[in-house]
């Protein structure tokens, strides 16, 4: 079964400090990969994707994210974090065609200011 | 233009009682979802409609549990006998593709089963 797995359940940074939430997913075929956001009390939301073409993808907010098809992730990143980036970051993987799509854990980021 | 929204907000509701979730999708959106997420846990798949195809039902973790879309227009989450183990926010989301892309989520549907 495909499954994700997100390798931190919290995570505390100060501002400014530099940001990696790793994901792994174990999937057969060829995979759409998202990062979704949700801050405190708003719904969730994308932050980036990743389809095809250029493994590195940049988001909203100054986020990105690299896949690397032989390791299985795609892990994000943030190279200064902010007091607003507080929220659960989620990893999801679907089949390119809709199905299976399964997120992962969670990871909660608090940033101190 | 309008997002997903989901109603009730919130619900409170008796063991035993049953639930009907509602959630409008944005307009022309083709693929819909619905998912579980309990309190400090990620999100549950529980149903995929897509299109005019059959649904993926696959996440749905009892009989207890249907979900229903009308085209592509309403869908409703539907609870029989609800259980304590069923208190979670119960989100839904709509794609504009039939093929893996983006969700738009909703508010999500506060269940708490007494």
């Known amino acids: 079964a495909q499954s994700v797995s997100q390798h931190n359940h919290h995570v505390i940074l100060s501002e400014a400090a530099s940001l990696e939430l790793g994901c792994n997913y174990s999937y057969g075929g060829t995979v759409n990969l998202f990062w979704y956001v949700q801050y405190p009390g708003q719904h969730l939301q994308l932050l980036l994707k990743?389809?095809?073409?250029?493994?590195l993808v940049k988001g909203i907010k100054g986020f990105e994210a690299e896949f690397i098809k032989s390791k299985f992730s795609f892990n994000l990143r943030k190279p200064s974090v902010q007091w607003s980036d507080t929220a659960e970051y989620f990893c999801a993987v679907t089949g390119n065609y809709g199905q299976n799509f399964v997120f992962g854990p969670g990871t909660r980021l608090s940033v101190l200011p | 233009g309008a997002g997903v929204s989901q109603s009730p907000s919130n619900k409170v509701t008796e063991k035993g009682k049953d639930v009907e979730l509602r959630c409008d999708p944005i307009s022309g959106h083709t693929a819909l979802y619905w998912y579980r997420q309990r309190l400090g846990q990620g999100l549950e798949f529980l149903i995929y409609f897509q299109g005019n195809s059959a649904p993926d039902k696959s996440g749905l973790p009892s009989d207890r549990f249907s979900a229903e879309r009308t085209g592509e227009s309403v869908s409703t989450l539907t609870i029989q006998r609800t259980q304590q183990e069923d208190s979670a926010v119960y989100l839904c989301?709509?794609?504009?593709?039939?093929?893996?892309?983006?969700?738009?989520f909703g508010p999500g549907t506060r269940l708490t089963v007494t």
């Open positions: 989301a709509s794609s504009p593709q039939l093929a893996g892309g983006e969700q738009y």
């Open positions: 990743y389809f095809s073409g250029d493994p």
